[in-house]
Protein backbone atom coordinates (compact mmCIF):
# COMPACT_ATOMS: atom_id res chain seq x y z
CA UNK A 1 0.00 0.00 0.00
CA UNK A 2 1.26 3.48 -0.66
CA UNK A 3 2.28 6.02 1.97
CA UNK A 4 -0.83 8.21 0.00
CA UNK A 5 -3.40 5.74 0.83
CA UNK A 6 -2.63 4.72 4.00
CA UNK A 7 -2.60 8.11 5.15
CA UNK A 8 -5.91 8.80 3.21
CA UNK A 9 -7.22 5.69 5.29
CA UNK A 10 -6.01 6.71 8.65
CA UNK A 11 -7.44 10.32 8.22
CA UNK A 12 -11.37 8.85 7.56
CA UNK A 13 -10.78 6.49 10.27
CA UNK A 14 -9.98 9.63 12.18
CA UNK A 15 -12.36 12.12 10.80
CA UNK A 16 -14.96 9.15 11.67
CA UNK A 17 -14.14 8.42 15.26
CA UNK A 18 -14.50 12.27 15.58
CA UNK A 19 -18.20 12.15 14.00
CA UNK A 20 -18.85 9.42 15.94
CA UNK A 21 -17.78 10.58 19.43
CA UNK A 22 -19.28 14.27 18.81
CA UNK A 23 -22.72 12.00 17.60
CA UNK A 24 -22.84 10.19 20.80
CA UNK A 25 -21.57 13.64 22.77
CA UNK A 26 -25.02 15.45 21.34
CA UNK A 27 -26.80 12.66 22.04
CA UNK A 28 -26.31 12.25 25.47
CA UNK A 29 -26.26 16.25 25.69
CA UNK A 30 -29.85 16.02 23.99
CA UNK A 31 -30.95 13.74 26.57
CA UNK A 32 -30.11 14.86 29.66
CA UNK A 33 -31.61 18.10 28.39
CA UNK A 34 -34.48 16.74 28.16
CA UNK A 35 -34.55 15.01 31.90
CA UNK A 36 -33.39 18.03 33.05
CA UNK A 37 -30.39 18.34 35.88
CA UNK A 38 -30.87 16.14 38.90
CA UNK A 39 -29.98 18.23 42.13
CA UNK A 40 -26.25 18.02 42.97
CA UNK A 41 -25.09 17.50 39.23
CA UNK A 42 -21.96 19.52 38.38
CA UNK A 43 -23.60 20.36 34.89
CA UNK A 44 -25.45 24.43 34.27
CA UNK A 45 -28.70 24.24 31.69
CA UNK A 46 -28.60 27.15 29.66
CA UNK A 47 -30.86 29.02 27.71
CA UNK A 48 -30.26 30.80 25.07
CA UNK A 49 -32.38 32.86 22.11
CA UNK A 50 -32.57 33.26 18.14
CA UNK A 51 -35.04 34.39 15.92
CA UNK A 52 -36.95 30.64 15.96
CA UNK A 53 -37.45 30.75 20.15
CA UNK A 54 -35.13 29.63 22.91
CA UNK A 55 -33.49 26.48 23.65
CA UNK A 56 -31.91 24.90 26.81
CA UNK A 57 -28.58 23.00 26.43
CA UNK A 58 -26.44 21.26 28.95
CA UNK A 59 -23.55 22.39 29.97
CA UNK A 60 -20.26 22.28 32.07
CA UNK A 61 -19.22 25.65 34.05
CA UNK A 62 -16.09 26.11 35.35
CA UNK A 63 -15.23 28.79 38.15
CA UNK A 64 -11.76 30.70 37.78
CA UNK A 65 -10.97 33.84 39.77
CA UNK A 66 -14.79 33.75 41.63
CA UNK A 67 -16.45 34.11 38.00
CA UNK A 68 -18.38 31.66 36.11
CA UNK A 69 -17.49 30.43 32.53
CA UNK A 70 -19.15 28.19 30.04
CA UNK A 71 -16.53 26.71 27.29
CA UNK A 72 -17.31 25.03 23.70
CA UNK A 73 -14.85 22.45 23.81
CA UNK A 74 -15.93 20.40 21.06
CA UNK A 75 -17.02 21.88 18.00
CA UNK A 76 -18.99 25.24 17.65
CA UNK A 77 -22.58 24.46 18.94
CA UNK A 78 -25.56 26.33 18.31
CA UNK A 79 -25.76 27.56 21.59
CA UNK A 80 -22.32 29.03 21.58
CA UNK A 81 -23.67 31.09 18.45
CA UNK A 82 -26.94 31.71 20.07
CA UNK A 83 -25.62 33.65 23.04
CA UNK A 84 -23.24 35.29 20.98
CA UNK A 85 -25.85 36.91 18.90
CA UNK A 86 -28.18 37.18 22.24
CA UNK A 87 -25.96 37.00 25.39
CA UNK A 88 -28.87 37.62 27.48
CA UNK A 89 -29.47 34.38 28.51
CA UNK A 90 -30.57 32.42 31.38
CA UNK A 91 -28.90 29.74 33.37
CA UNK A 92 -30.08 26.98 35.30
CA UNK A 93 -27.31 26.06 38.70
CA UNK A 94 -28.33 23.49 41.61
CA UNK A 95 -32.18 24.22 40.68
CA UNK A 96 -32.20 28.21 40.72
CA UNK A 97 -32.73 30.02 37.43
CA UNK A 98 -30.82 33.06 36.84
CA UNK A 99 -30.72 35.58 34.10
CA UNK A 100 -26.77 36.46 33.12
CA UNK A 101 -25.17 38.11 30.25
CA UNK A 102 -22.89 35.81 28.21
CA UNK A 103 -19.00 37.78 26.85
CA UNK A 104 -16.72 35.93 25.00
CA UNK A 105 -13.36 35.47 26.80
CA UNK A 106 -9.99 36.29 25.03
CA UNK A 107 -6.42 37.11 25.79
CA UNK A 108 -4.66 37.02 29.67
CA UNK A 109 -8.33 35.76 30.52
CA UNK A 110 -8.87 32.97 28.57
CA UNK A 111 -5.21 32.22 29.17
CA UNK A 112 -5.74 31.64 32.78
CA UNK A 113 -8.84 29.35 32.45
CA UNK A 114 -6.98 26.90 29.76
CA UNK A 115 -4.44 26.88 32.70
CA UNK A 116 -6.72 26.29 35.50
CA UNK A 117 -8.69 23.74 33.11
CA UNK A 118 -6.87 21.76 30.75
CA UNK A 119 -8.44 18.80 28.71
CA UNK A 120 -6.90 15.53 28.40
CA UNK A 121 -5.10 14.57 25.19
CA UNK A 122 -7.32 11.81 24.91
CA UNK A 123 -10.74 14.00 24.34
CA UNK A 124 -8.77 16.45 22.41
CA UNK A 125 -8.06 14.13 19.86
CA UNK A 126 -11.71 12.11 20.43
CA UNK A 127 -13.40 15.52 19.57
CA UNK A 128 -10.99 16.44 16.67
CA UNK A 129 -9.39 19.29 18.37
CA UNK A 130 -11.64 22.14 18.53
CA UNK A 131 -10.35 25.49 19.73
CA UNK A 132 -11.31 26.04 23.06
CA UNK A 133 -13.74 29.04 23.18
CA UNK A 134 -15.05 30.63 26.71
CA UNK A 135 -17.90 32.19 27.65
CA UNK A 136 -17.82 34.77 30.75
CA UNK A 137 -21.46 34.82 32.28
CA UNK A 138 -22.30 37.40 34.48
CA UNK A 139 -24.89 38.04 36.55
CA UNK A 140 -27.31 40.13 35.34
CA UNK A 141 -30.19 41.87 37.69
CA UNK A 142 -34.03 40.27 37.23
Not at 79 to 94: F, G, M, Y
Not at 100 to 109: I, L
Amino acid sequence: MAVIEWVAISLGVYVAIVIAFETLVMVMGARQAARGLEPGEDWLAIATSDANGSRETIVAGVESDGQLYISANHWLRGWHRRALENPDIHVTRDGTRLPYRATAVSGAERERILRDYPLPWAIRFLTGFPPRLFLRLDARPG
